[in-house]
């Protein structure tokens, strides 16, 4: 069932709930000859006048959102601002994290190769073992920070991913159960803030995502003259690939160059920048947006509910 259904058979049916409910109160009114249930039962009729107009609202918010993301560009024809939001997160884990995770694990296991290979000098009573190729661990050590760093970043853009999943399925039972709750006086306040939050999930969330998406593609167009691209991969050869399998000759020559771990820190600069990159959508872009999106729906509150 597609999400505009969905939606308007939750509210058909919230709505549909709140008229049975009225006709109950209109019904017990005349049978019981109570005056004040009958008034109570306007009152009420007139909350349902607001909540269907509150349906109207949301839907016509959902679909601003749409027109607007994509009239800017910032979403395809027939896409939705949270499928663009999904397609982009799924972009990043896809073309960004996996494959800098799959070098960052490839070139461990070179470098801790190298690290084990030793060699013996001198007579055989009084030789001594020593590195083939020197100042290694330092470099092992960073690079298994960097792919637990990447594996941080994995989990963040997977919830991610799960929560625009959550919102396409409870947004409209979340907008419904708030006019639901809203409909009663003494509840009233709660139903106003499930149905802000619900807005604002719906609508504001999914667009700032969809924004930032949108702001990273015209920086990369700009800069780079091609589409985002969260990670570059890296050459096949850096740091020599195929030197773990060379003779041993070749192991034995990068021993006289202490200098060889200086050059392989410098060797991973690539792969900081590409983490700083894929930090921006992983971290710094959803915190931003969870931001504003909370002080959204606390101003909304506030100023529909006149507390505050």
């Known amino acids: 069932m597609e999400f505009t259904e969905f939606y308007l058979a939750v509210a058909g049916a919230a709505t549909a709930l709140l008229i049975a409910y009225i006709a109950l109160l209109h019904m017990a009114a005349r049978f019981l000859g109570k005056p004040e249930t009958a008034a109570y039962a306007n009152v009420e009729l007139q909350q349902l006048f607001i909540s269907v107009i509150i349906f109207v609202a949301a839907f016509g918010a959902l679909q601003f959102a749409d027109m607007a993301s994509s009239s800017m560009g910032i979403t395809k024809p027939g ?18 994290v996996t494959p800098a995770y799959i070098d960052l694990v490839s070139l461990d296991v070179k470098l801790s ?37 990447l594996t941080a970043f994995l989990g963040t853009l ?48 999914p667009f700032l995502f969809a924004l930032n998406a949108h ?9 780079y ?38 050059f392989s820190f410098i060797a991973l600069s690539p792969f900081f920048e590409g983490i700083a990159s894929l930090s921006l959508p992983a ?9 504003m999106t909370i002080s959204f729906i606390n101003a909304v509150t506030k100023f529909v509910t006149g507390k505050g």
């Open 79 to 96: 896409e939705t601002t949270i499928d663009a939001s999904i397609g982009f997160l799924q972009l990043v884990i896809q073309q960004g």
């Open 113 to 149: 190769f190298w690290n084990a290979l030793q060699g013996r000098h001198g007579p055989t009573v009084w030789n001594f073992i020593f590195k083939q190729v020197i100042g290694l661990e330092p470099v092992i050590s960073v690079v298994r920070i960097l792919t637990f760093t």
């Open 158 to 205: 997977c919830a991610q991913v799960i929560i625009f999943y959550l919102i396409t399925a409870l947004g409209p039972i979340i907008l419904a159960s708030g006019v639901l709750v809203r409909f009663f006086p003494s509840t009233r306040d709660a139903g106003v803030y499930l149905i802000i939050f619900a807005i604002a999930f719906l609508t504001f969330f």
């Open 215 to 223: 702001i990273l593609e015209e920086m990369s167009q700009a800069h």
């Open 225 to 262: 003259g091609e589409s985002y691209d969260p990670y570059i991969s890296m050459p096949h050869d850096m740091f020599v690939a195929d030197l773990a399998w060379s003779p041993r000759w070749i192991a034995q020559l990068f021993s006289f160059f202490p200098f060889v771990s200086f």
């Open 283 to 291: 971290l710094i872009l959803p915190a931003i947006s969870m931001s």
